[in-house]
């Protein structure tokens, strides 16, 4: 039995409905095994991919054993890809396409069948702290690494007559641009986070695939250590509601969020090894600190999204329609 708080009764039926559904989402996590869940979504079809960031640690026990689960989930669902939102290597991001981290924090842990699949891949601000030419061009060295140009689309097919639209951003310059006087060897003052957002703007009116998700580093609203970019939120959040995108995949903050700006559902993945603190916002549907990741199963009219953490244990589901109800 649900005790709901005496000011809901002033919301919209729509906004208790949709508070009802997430409420009791949350009390199945504990009830169901993410392998009975998956093999649904296996058997059901459409694209299936996993969300993570924040992970290059050369192996350390979080990071191995995020990518173990990760290995294990992307097998049960069939996962085609998968995107992960930056801050690829810690601390200082990779020197070259030689670097010893492409082994030791990204070749030798992901190492399942499963995940020798593409990886899509965006910049971090740790990223910056290296040579960001380099994760491009490393795209030409690896199969499964790919990240063709700092922002970038991709379309994925749904199924026969349903296609995704990706938009792949470069936040940093949008979030963290002073951070080039501390880093003199960066290039990220170089940076046009202007031009950044007209290739956005034009990218999102040229679309006409029933799904938009898009991906970036830094958060637009969020519980953890860093909190909301208000660059994102002044100048990306409305072009996102403007042209009607279901959801956001970021990482930054080293946790697992969901949250809801309107329309837009926002997923925190930033828990691909370390963790830190996170609590709720007036945005806030779930927030847990713990290493993790997140699975996602698309069809035609639905989006299942799973956060599982580096034990394997499903800690929270949801759905998103395609449209907002």
């Given at each position: 039995m649900y005790?709901?708080?005496?000011?809901?009764?002033?919301?919209?039926?729509?906004?208790?409905?949709?508070?009802?559904?997430?409420?009791?989402?949350?009390?199945?996590?504990?009830?169901l095994?993410?392998?009975?869940?998956?093999?649904a979504?296996?058997?059901?079809?459409?694209?299936n991919?996993?969300?993570?960031?924040?992970?290059?640690?050369?192996g350390?026990?979080?990071q191995?054993?995020?990518?173990?689960?990760m290995?294990?989930?992307?097998?049960?669902?069939?996962a085609k890809?998968?995107?992960?939102?930056?801050?690829n290597?810690?601390?200082?991001?990779v020197?070259?396409v030689d670097?010893?981290?492409?082994q030791t924090s990204?070749?030798?842990?992901y190492?399942?069948?499963s995940?020798?699949?593409?990886?899509?891949?965006?910049l971090?601000n740790?990223?910056y702290?290296?040579?960001?030419?380099a994760?491009i061009?490393y795209?030409?060295?690896?199969?499964?690494w790919n990240?063709?140009a700092?922002?970038?689309t991709?379309?994925e097919r749904?199924d026969?007559q349903?296609?995704?639209?990706?938009?792949?951003?470069d936040?940093?310059?949008m979030?963290?641009?002073?951070?080039a006087a501390?880093?003199?060897?960066?290039d990220?003052?170089a940076?046009d986070?202007?031009r950044?957002l007209a290739w956005?703007?034009?990218?999102?009116?040229?679309?006409?695939?029933?799904?938009?998700?898009v991906?970036?580093h830094?958060?637009v609203?969020s519980?953890?250590?860093?909190?909301?970019?208000?660059?994102?939120?002044?100048?990306i959040l409305?072009?996102m509601?403007e042209?009607?995108?279901?959801?956001y995949?970021n990482g930054?903050?080293?946790?697992?969020?969901?949250l809801?700006?309107g329309?837009?559902?926002?997923?925190?993945s930033?828990?691909g090894?370390?963790?830190r603190?996170t609590?709720?916002?007036?945005?806030t549907?779930?927030?847990k600190?713990?290493?993790?990741?997140t699975a996602?199963a698309l069809q035609?009219d639905?989006?299942?999204?799973?956060m599982?953490d580096?034990?394997?244990?499903?800690v929270y589901?949801?759905t998103?329609?395609?449209?907002?109800?």
């Open positions: 005790n709901f708080p005496a000011n809901m009764m002033k919301q919209t039926r729509r906004d208790f409905v949709r508070t009802l559904f997430v409420a009791t989402q949350a009390t199945m996590v504990g009830s095994l993410p392998g009975n869940l998956f093999a979504d296996a058997k059901a079809g459409g694209l991919f996993l969300v993570f960031g924040d992970w290059g640690r050369n350390e026990k979080d191995h054993d995020v990518a173990v689960q290995g294990i989930a992307a097998e049960e669902i069939g890809f998968i995107i992960a939102v930056g801050d290597f810690y601390e200082n991001g020197a070259s670097d010893p981290q492409w990204f070749e030798k842990v190492t399942a069948p995940l020798q699949v593409p990886w899509v891949a965006i971090g740790h990223d702290h290296g040579n960001c030419e994760q061009a795209s030409r060295v690896s199969r499964r990240m063709p700092r922002y970038f991709r379309t749904i026969a349903n296609t995704v639209d990706f938009f792949y951003l936040t940093t310059p979030a963290t641009k002073h951070e501390l880093h003199p060897g960066s990220l003052g940076q986070e202007t950044q956005f703007k034009a990218a999102l009116e040229a679309s006409t695939a029933p799904w938009k998700i991906v970036g830094h958060p609203y519980g953890g250590e860093h909190g909301d970019t208000p660059y994102i939120i002044k100048h409305p072009l509601q042209h009607k995108v279901q959801v995949f930054h903050d080293h946790d697992l969020q969901h809801q700006a329309s837009v559902n926002l997923f925190c930033g828990a090894s370390k963790v603190p609590t709720n916002t007036p945005h549907h779930f927030a600190s713990c290493s993790g990741f996602v035609a639905r989006m299942a999204v799973r599982i580096d034990h394997g244990k499903l589901t949801t998103v329609p395609r449209v907002a109800v």
